[in-house]
């Protein structure tokens, strides 16, 4: 007892020595481990950097020109009113947790639908949001499934959403009317955790449903509600096609649809449904369409393509011109035509969505130069009206300088390319970088704001490229395919091809390099740390895979079947063998340089167990090694004292091993 006392006294010493000198202590939900004292002074000096904003679309009231924004004033992500463009963002939740999505009631708007989990760990539950009362029921188990993909009928009264209920891996189609629980009723029990609602038919008896194989194989579905009856659409044969739906034409005589059927890139379609004839519409746009949207009396639809990174939005008039033979027994090709949307800046664009006159969109956008924020866009008058302009902490983005496309050759002759944030102008000589790799692995880094990482450009003079090795999307799904299964080094060699890249370039010091990345990009960042150590000065590994072998055996079961398309079927002794060469939890004495290691505790993705082994292995071998795990967190931090408190210690951390 007396020595617990001492204990307990000797703590509370310490705290008041670390507050008196100015020490930022991890609050009680961060484990840190190796992590030097933080003082307060660097708090003040980031402050600008971390007190920027940024707001998404959320939904349009059905009957007012308003909208629910997503923007965080607190810790977290939360559901903000706005009644006007430029207006007041008036806050309606105030959890804790952040809010995911949310969806008018589509005819009244007396009610709204919204996703929230617990602590990151993905497991969203549907809550409904009374607007006169101002209270929220939840519609779901709570907590125990995964559940989204909320798809409204026509009529307004029941949504079709998706369930991992039934058994934690396969997600199910279910139907509810929101505003009687006990409606729930389970329309489809299906195999896999790739299946969600694409949209429904014009009379609301039918479903249109996708299922998602991998990120190049995806099929589409009709479910018919008075039988029950599952019919496959397309592809009518196995094909590694990627088809995904929109929604049903005017006349449901046709779907619009999304594949990349007999090209490198994803096309916008026409299904007809009679004769099973597809009608390809974007063939001269040789870029991905990655979405797209009906309005809600059919006869609009919009698009956005990703090209090289880059956004870009069209409009397109659903009226078909029939072309061809129209005799007896021919088959007449419908086109249709549409035009880029003019005025809007250079940038990356979010979701879009109809307003219900059909008249504008509302789109989320963020550029290099400024944060994502929400604007709509009218059809007629192609005007762009901004309706939030998020505050951006002090910051002057006058001085930021619009990112560069690079592109090097990789160790096969392949062609990788990236963008380069170049440090401030201000700073002279050869510039420290960090490579950030993303995540996906089929993710895409695009030129978008730096927010916090400004930092790092105006204040440290690092200069930071974020390269798009093989395996990224956007480029194809030839290029999409390279880094599958044992070709998985491969995308890491990209990264050495690239560190001989920075060697030649006159403003990068090439013995000054950081490899970061998280998620796929943080199993990039320790794969680099093994092979290229010697070229590297230390490594940063967010959420990332240290072995697929064990991976695989502790992600959440409904995605496991998804993420062996992509690395591989661990229960194939060959591809596990493959797997424990290339982890770079077996190679941890060919880490010579300092690393540091993020993890939510709740991630469902890649699990704890993946750092924590990773970190223990690492400090039996003597290495350095700092540690940060949120216990409130999941796949990367969404909290914004946690988030907080990793940028302090990077900057630490990159002070003591890149800058030095």
Not at 217 to 243: H, N, Q
């Amino acid at each position: 007892m007396k020595n617990r006392l001492s204990l307990f006294i000797f703590s509370a010493l310490l705290g008041n020595l670390f507050a008196q000198q100015g020490i930022i202590q991890p609050s009680e939900n961060l484990v840190a481990e190796g992590i030097p004292a933080i003082s307060s002074i660097l708090a003040a000096e980031v402050k600008n950097y971390t007190e920027s904003r940024s707001a998404s679309f959320a939904s349009w009231h059905p009957t007012k020109k308003e909208m629910l924004i997503s923007t965080r004033f607190a810790n977290s992500n939360q559901l903000h009113y706005v009644a006007m463009p430029g207006g007041d963002r008036k806050q309606i939740t105030f959890f804790d947790e952040p809010i995911s999505a949310a969806t008018y009631e589509p005819i009244n708007g007396n009610y709204f639908l919204y996703l929230k989990d617990m602590g990151g760990n993905e497991f969203s539950q549907i809550y409904r949001y009374d607007v006169t009362t101002k209270k929220s029921a939840l519609l779901t188990d709570g907590g125990k499934s995964q559940n989204g993909g909320i798809n409204w009928n026509n009529k307004g009264d029941k949504i079709a959403y998706a369930s991992t209920k039934r058994n934690g891996k396969d997600r199910d189609i279910y139907l509810l009317n929101p505003l009687d629980g006990a409606s729930e009723k389970s329309l489809l029990e299906v195999d896999g955790g790739g299946w969600g609602i694409s949209g429904w038919s014009n009379d609301d008896t039918k479903l249109l449903l996708g299922e998602y194989l991998s990120v190049n194989e995806s099929r589409i579905y009709v479910l018919d509600l008075a039988t029950g009856t599952k019919t496959r659409l397309l592809p009518e044969k196995d094909e590694r096609t990627t088809y995904s739906a929109l929604e049903y034409s005017k006349d449901d005589k046709g779907i619009f649809i999304i594949t990349n059927k007999d090209n490198e890139f994803n096309r916008l379609a026409y299904y007809d449904v009679a004769t099973k004839k597809i009608s390809y519409i974007t063939s001269s746009i040789p870029w991905d369409v990655e979405s797209a949207t009906i309005c809600k009396d059919k006869t609009q639809l919009t698009f956005i393509t990703n090209e090289n990174g880059l956004s870009k939005l069209y409009i397109m008039s659903t009226a078909a011109i029939i072309s061809g033979p129209t005799g007896k027994g021919s088959s007449p090709t419908p086109r249709f035509s549409y035009v880029e949307a003019t005025g809007i800046p250079t940038g990356v664009i979010g979701g879009i969505s109809w307003r219900n006159d059909s008249q504008s969109i509302a789109l989320t956008l963020t550029t290099y130069n400024s944060s994502s924020d929400v604007f709509e866009y009218k059809i007629a008058s192609k005007e762009l009206i901004r309706w939030t302009e998020s505050e951006l902490g002090g910051l002057d983005v006058s001085t930021l300088q619009e990112p560069q496309l690079i592109s090097w050759k990789s160790f096969d002759g392949k062609m990788i390319s990236g963008y380069l944030y170049k440090a401030s102008s201000k700073f002279t000589g050869k510039r420290p970088v960090i490579i950030s790799i993303h995540g996906g692995p089929e993710g895409q880094s695009r030129p978008t704001f730096q927010g916090r990482l400004n930092y790092y450009l105006n204040e440290l003079g690092i200069s930071i490229i974020y390269p798009n090795v093989r395996g990224s999307a956007g480029y194809g799904k030839t290029f999409l395919d390279m880094d599958n299964g044992f070709l998985r080094e491969e995308s890491v060699k990209d990264i050495g091809s690239l560190i001989d890249w920075i060697a030649t370039n006159a403003d990068l010091d090439k013995d000054r390099i950081m490899v970061s990345g998280g998620s796929y990009g943080g199993y990039m960042s320790l794969a680099v740390s093994c092979m290229y150590s010697a070229k590297i000065r230390c490594a940063i590994d967010v959420v990332g895979i240290s072995n697929f072998n064990t991976f695989m055996k502790n992600t959440e079961a409904y995605r496991r079947d998804l993420r062996r398309v992509e690395y591989g079927n661990e229960q194939d002794p060959k591809m596990a063998e493959f797997f424990e060469k290339i982890a770079p939890l077996n190679q941890v004495e060919k880490i010579k340089k300092p690393l540091f290691i993020v993890q939510g505790g709740n991630d469902p993705r890649v699990p704890l167990s993946e750092a924590e082994q990773m970190k223990n292995k690492i400090k039996q071998a003597g290495g350095t090694v700092w540690y940060l795990m949120a216990k409130d967190e999941g796949h990367g931090f969404k909290k914004k004292n946690n988030i907080d408190f990793q940028f302090y210690a990077t900057i630490e951390f990159v002070k003591q091993y890149l800058l030095k």
